[in-house]
């Protein structure tokens, strides 16, 4: 079995020796351009055109959470990709605990009022600040999947009421559950802190809008960690100068890297790191690819694949 890697910025002599090692019957090699020879699998993340183009493939994997990119490229590329080809993409691989830490961290920033303190400490004032109730944070989570569900779950022990929203229902301990559009109000309602987990995908790009905005709870927290598509930043930012929204902690961003010029960057109430809320961990990723392969080799049923109809 052959097997074809190309990611432009990994380590790719690191990855391959860790795939070697995996998949000690497989032969591994990165791809270059120019390399046409056959292959079973092809591990990608953006890859040009001609190394997916017209190859008889059992599979593909995207080295990461979202194919957003990979879509992307087949939209207008449709003959990247056969439609019979199996696209696949990492389900957790160790994101899941990262995203816990991100979001775990920052809410507890917001509720502890760390943002309102900076602000009084750069004024040199000693004040302190009326507490907030647990239950006026209620943190509400737009995509309830691999890693929207496992947010969800490590904010529950703090004690904050914990809602989520997707397109189909969950039924998550502790967790309320909101599905569809038609649920999308009730959801908002209420929500004090939102986080963002949702694909990239038609039905999400530009979701986080002013409608959207104006139905969260006043003074409220926005966290992406999702994809900068999802977010209108000029209705973000009018949200922050109106006071509805209090606080965001943005991770990702429509344009990466963010330009100079962006109001994001000098706004005091925004926060930001650049798309690092997590990062696909090869021995995790690696252990998923060589078992799903494994079980693919077999015929037997696998998890991961993307429904390319569907975007996610
Ligand atoms: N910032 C970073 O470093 C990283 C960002 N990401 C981003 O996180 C995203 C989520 O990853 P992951 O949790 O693995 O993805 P999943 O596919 O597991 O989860 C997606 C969730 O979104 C829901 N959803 C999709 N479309 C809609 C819709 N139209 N309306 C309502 N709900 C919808 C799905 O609903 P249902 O369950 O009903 O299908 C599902 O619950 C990735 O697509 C990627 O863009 C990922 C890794 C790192
Ligand atoms: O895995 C993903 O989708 C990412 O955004 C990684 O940065």
């Known amino acids: ?16 020796n860790a795939l070697r090692k995996a998949m000690p ?8 351009a120019g390399d046409n020879a056959p292959a079973d699998y092809a591990l990608v ?32 590329n449709p003959g990247m990709l056969a439609d019979d080809i199996p696209l696949f993409r990492l389900e957790d691989t160790g994101m899941g605990s990262q995203m816990q830490e991100y979001a775990v961290s920052q809410v507890l920033h917001w509720f502890r009022r760390f943002d309102d303190y900076q602000a009084l400490k750069l004024q040199s004032r000693w004040q302190q600040l009326e507490e907030y109730e647990h239950t006026d944070f209620t943190v509400g989570i737009l995509g309830a999947g691999v890693l929207g569900s496992k947010v969800a779950e490590s904010l529950l022990p703090w004690g904050f009421p914990v809602r989520c929203w997707s397109r189909s229902r969950k039924s998550l301990p502790g967790i309320q559950s909101f599905a569809g559009p038609e649920e999308l109000g009730d959801f908002l309602q209420g929500t004090r802190v939102l986080i963002n987990l949702l694909p990239n995908t038609p039905e999400t790009v530009g979701l986080i809008n002013q409608s959207l905005l104006n139905q969260l709870a006043e003074h409220s927290y926005v966290m992406n960690l999702a994809r900068g598509v999802h977010v209108v930043e000029a209705d973000l930012l009018a949200a922050l ?42 021995t995790e990723a690696i252990e998923f690819i060589s078992h799903t392969i494994s079980k693919l080799e077999r015929g037997e049923t696998v998890s991961g694949r993307v429904d390319r109809v569907r975007g996610y």
Not at 25 to 32: G, S
Not at 46 to 75: C, N, T, W
């Open 25 to 32: 019957q497989v032969h591994v090699r990165a791809w270059t």
């Open 1 to 16: 079995m052959d097997i074809i890697f190309y990611h432009p910025s990994f380590n790719s002599d690191y990855w391959i």
């Open 241 to 282: 100068e109106s006071g509805k929204v209090k606080g965001a902690m943005l991770d990702v961003f429509s344009h990466e890297p963010l330009p100079a010029d962006n109001p994001l960057w000098a706004h005091p109430r925004v926060a930001m790191t650049p798309h690092i809320a997590a990062f696909t961990r090869p």
């Open 45 to 76: 993340w953006h890859p040009p055109v001609e190394m997916l183009k017209g190859r008889k493939l059992k599979g593909v994997f995207a080295l990461g959470a979202g194919v957003d990119a990979i879509l992307g490229q087949l939209s207008t």
